[in-house]
């Protein structure tokens, strides 16, 4: 199932003159499934996108979409799982989830949405701005709009927070394209890493110049590149988030590890063991220091698979911390260092 905001908004840009509903988790006091900036999407038949909880409370906001549709009002909505008294619905996670509901109309701009999809399909990154309405107030009245990273003071995207301005209370939700991953090898072993990339919603590209690698039917979601590295324009991998370097071959790695060196790639992984990994930094003539980014070699987690599914956990794992500032980055590198020196 497709979550991330573009695979929503690609669903939604499709029936959009039908009357939605759009809920967005404003706050979060204590603990949560999902965590303020999260959207869910609601057609007038009960159709839902995405989810705001584990499956605890979407039937419930189901009901208070269908009231904000025919109303058009905005709605304010509390669910408190430290009340032991209420019964209503079961809220595993303990915490107060705050939740505004809000229809979209054609007087409100579709509240900005369209130019949001526009915005992350061709890969921008920045802040979707929604003023915070009272409970009750007309949905006409409620604005959203895209603000491009550049145009604000703050370089973090990690955190959704709250604003006051000229235009009042309105709530800041860091929005960005989908996570792309490029995978250097298109061998058997590197199909469970795209299939799995692709089950979080990332995109995926696999570049292999061989002939009996990387077949279409081998990687239907993705996006198969069979032009050699050395002849790949630097346009060709700027766009990635993420590499994992695993061709099975000393000089095609050691290409992969040349071409990506001047990217400022967030994770590179280099599959092998630690003797083969300084023999293809020696090929390409390059250290770990000589990346912007984090490198894993050998490839990702210690979880102690072998299997290609095991060992795409393991990558995909790591990568999925690192790219989500949730992972030690220091001491790994360090370890890393260490062994190179």
Known sequence: MAHHLLSLLDTWAEKSQLDWALAIITSVEGSSYRKPGAMMLFDPLGKTLGMLSGGCLEADLRRHAQHAIQSQQVLQLTYDATDENDTSYQLGCGGIVHIMMVPLLADNQYLGLHELHQQLTVGRQG???????????????????????????????????????????????????????????????????????????????????????????????????????????????????????MNHNLELDSDALTALQPIA??????????????????????????????????????????LPSSVALSILSQCHGVLHHHFAQQDDVSRLDRVMD
């Open 127 to 245: 802040y979707y701005q929604l003023s915070l309405n009272d409970d009750g107030s007309h949905a006409a009245n409620t604005r959203g709009k895209f603000i491009p990273a550049v145009q604000l003071q703050s370089s973090s995207l990690t955190k959704t927070t709250q604003i006051t301005n000229e235009q009042g209370e309105l709530l800041q939700v860091p929005v960005r394209a989908p996570f792309h991953l490029g995978i250097f090898g298109g061998g058997l072993d590197a199909q469970p890493l795209a299939a799995m990339a692709n089950q979080l919603d990332w995109k995926v590209t696999v570049f292999d110049s061989r002939t009996a690698y990387a077949r279409s039917y081998d990687f239907p979601t993705a996006k198969i590149n069979k032009t050699p590295l050395t002849q790949c324009q630097h346009s060709d991998f700027s766009h990635l988030d993420a590499a994992v370097v």
């Open 265 to 306: 790639i967030r994770y590179i992984a280099l599959l092998g063991p630690g003797h083969r990994r300084d023999k293809v930094f020696a090929m390409a003539g390059l250290r770990p220091q000589d990346f912007s980014g984090f490198i894993s070699a050998p490839a990702g987690l210690a979880i102690g698979g072998e």
